[in-house]
């Protein structure tokens, strides 16, 4: 009977989980069904299905830890949602906005009202005006129902031409109504940033961010601002390669650039977008005085913002995306503290060593999806047309440099690693054994031990 028991519990367990689960979904799938009213005549069956996917998305974004569960965010961004719908207290219960894990700048609203704001697009904007329009654009789109017109369109165009095998022409025409939707969308979030109290010329500049990925850092000469950190006597960051590559590049670019267009975007081109909502401020009667409007940055705004750059910083190392680490890190507009930069600089820069050592840059290149424009190209071009093992020498006298200065756990430990994968196991165990005489209860003990351990095994 008692060997029995600890299978049982397991089923148990893992019966209370899935019912868990399942009770989890069934509840977001009531939630969505009962915030959506679908259009009359809406396909009964489309209509279960879509229900069905939206709770699954957000059931996911739960399960999968994607929404940063910090209560002052989660108020403040509400908020700022009851400001701009104090008019329509009907929407205003529906509405409900999460900021999610992801280092790009996107946001996202379902049919039932929620909306994702991707701390990406958050810790890039200025003011809270800016973020005021973001989340009145997501709200358009629930208000007008965009994602339910869309689908009913691209049904109708397939039923009237059933008999065609157009799909390129069908697909551009479902195109021309997304736009049409962006613009409509825009024009509504202007209205109700206005209503609010916003500043509006200052809550349309939030679309700058989204016009090029180079808009969401601060343009800086890679480089010269890593040579600025890591550069000592023992080794010089030599980009003569990288320079040569880039000069070849930039040509290539250029072609690209001229060939840009909205033609077959989902979204009109950002430059339009800004043209039309200035052309739509002229109707308006403003203020003439940016101080006339009600509503000012929130106090709080910016330490909350930092707060937001901690955590997208601490989710760009646990993914493994160091090449945004270090982009974040380097960036002036994010103060961080100099131990923070200093850490997160050795431990990404020794990462990528070792991937290229095991020759796993295209691995490593694949984690790192986010795009940070030409700044990001830049680094790579100049991590990967290094050499290995001047890449080495190059964070072995980073690391010697940091321990030299402060010997904090955390410099000490990659000051051993760096040692090890320059020089080789024999002084790098006099350094993990010097960790430990340092820093006897720190995090690193384990790690030390073990690393003296497989050494006296060898």
Known sequence: MNKKTPLSILFYLFGAFFLNAFAQQINHYNEVKSNVNFPQG???????????????EKYN?????????????????????????????????KIKIWCVKDLSANALSYIDGSIFLNQGLIIHLKTEAELAFIIAHEIAHVMKQHALKEIELQNKITKAEINTDDHIGRSYRNLIHSKENEYEADGIALQLTIQA????????????????????FARI????????????????????????????????????????????????????????????LKVYELPEKTQNFLIKDSDSYGKMQQHLAKLALDAALDDYEYQVAIMLVLTN?????????????????????????????????????????SNMLDLNKIIYSYDTDKFKKLIYGYAKKLVEQEQNEESYFYYALCNEAFLGKQTSIIIFQNLLNKFPNGKYVLTAKQKLAYNDKK
């Open 197 to 216: 109290g916003y500043q509006p010329n200052t809550a349309i500049q939030a679309l700058n961010i989204l016009n090029s990925d180079s808009s969401l």
């Open 61 to 93: 974004l739960i399960k999968k830890g994607r929404i940063i569960a910090d209560k002052n965010w989660e108020i403040y961004l509400n908020a700022i949602a009851g400001k701009l719908l104090q008019n329509d207290p009907v929407l205003k219960q």
């Open 221 to 280: 000469q890679v480089a010269q601002a890593l040579g600025n950190e890591i550069n000592n006597s023992l080794a010089q960051l030599d980009t003569s390669e990288w320079i040569k590559v880039k000069k070849r590049d930039e040509k290539t670019s250029l072609k690209i650039e001229l060939s840009n267009t909205d033609q077959f975007s989902t979204h009109p081109d950002v430059a339009k977008r800004i043209i039309s909502l200035n052309e739509q």
């Open 333 to 373: 507009k994010f103060k961080f503290e100099q131990e923070t930069r200093k850490n997160t600089l050795i431990k990404s820069l020794y990462f990528i060593a070792q991937s290229k050592e095991n020759k796993y840059d295209e691995e490593l290149l694949g984690k790192c999806s986010i795009g940070i424009d």
């Open 42 to 56: 809406f396909d009964e069956i489309k209509s279960k299905e879509i229900i069905t996917s939206v709770a699954l």
